[in-house]
């Protein structure tokens, strides 16, 4: 990869993006090199809840994006399989729900709305999981569809057919690895201690001490999410 080709995807907003929460995911990770230096820890740990609040602000910019994109699946998806659709239907509502909830909290942490935020994240984080869901099922019902096919094809097409497997594949895992920060950050998980105070975020950044993985394993699931994120954005490019 060239100096054009990322110059390339850090004009682009999807680009900018992941490599946004890779970096977030990455200083995480890589919070136990630190463990003899207190303040090179809370350096790191404050640079990547930066770049969180980063990304909670550019969000603000992705409603009429994600409207136009459901609109166009809504209206050229051809999927045959009624489950695949009605997965798909629902992910969509999901994430029409989630923009606007996590726009009301981040409002109510800036002061420009009254009022605590944490039901608010609360929520968010809910319809985020829930979305990550969805989309875990409806790939794993798209590879159940294409074994049940596979027997049926020649072999160039059982190559794509291959290809798209992978790809299915690599989608689970990848919201699979979120799905686990996601039940991480939930409040009152019957898998962990109650704590006395819960906040997902408190002025835009992470309370990780509240939070029963250790940092760097948030950040192991985060980034293993990411760099996959980021194959799959690379791919056209490749």
């Given amino acids: 990869m060239g100096l054009d080709d990322v110059v390339g995807i850090l004009e682009n907003y999807r680009g900018r993006e992941k490599t946004l929460r890779t970096l977030q995911y990455g200083l995480l990770f890589i919070t136990p090199a630190a463990r003899h230096s207190p303040s090179t820890k809370a350096v790191l740990e404050g640079i990547s809840a930066q770049i969180g609040g980063v990304r909670v602000i550019l969000r603000l910019f992705d409603d009429l994006s994600m409207f136009q994109y459901s609109k166009a699946v809504l209206k050229q998806s051809k999927e045959k399989d009624w489950i695949v659709r009605w997965l798909e ?14 726009h009301l909290a981040w409002a109510r942490d800036v002061k420009i709305l009254r009022g605590s935020s944490s039901s608010l994240w609360h929520a968010s984080l809910l319809l985020w999981a829930t979305s990550l869901v969805l989309t875990i099922l409806r790939s794993l019902q798209k590879i159940f569809l294409l074994k049940q096919n596979n ?11 291959e290809e798209k497997y ?8 990848m919201h699979a690895a979120d799905l686990l920060n996601a039940l991480n950050w939930l409040p009152n998980r019957p898998w962990s ?3 006395p105070v819960w906040q997902v975020r408190s002025q835009c950044t992470w309370r990780p001490w509240h939070l029963p993985f250790p940092l760097w394993q948030v950040g192991v699931f985060g980034l293993v999410s990411s760099l ?11």
């Avoid at 027997?151 to 057919?161: F, G, H, M, N, V």
């Avoid at 790809?167 to 689970?172: D, G, H, P």
């Avoid at 996959?228 to 490749?238: E, N, V």
């Fill in 89 to 102: 239907v629902a992910n969509i509502v999901v994430d029409q729900l989630f923009f606007p909830v996590e």
């Fill in 151 to 161: 027997s049926r094809l020649q072999a160039e097409e059982k190559d794509r057919q």
């Fill in 166 to 173: 992978e790809a299915e594949l690599l989608t689970i895992i």
């Fill in 228 to 238: 996959i994120g980021f194959q799959k954005l690379l791919q056209p490019r490749l």
């Fill in 193 to 195: 201690k109650s704590f």
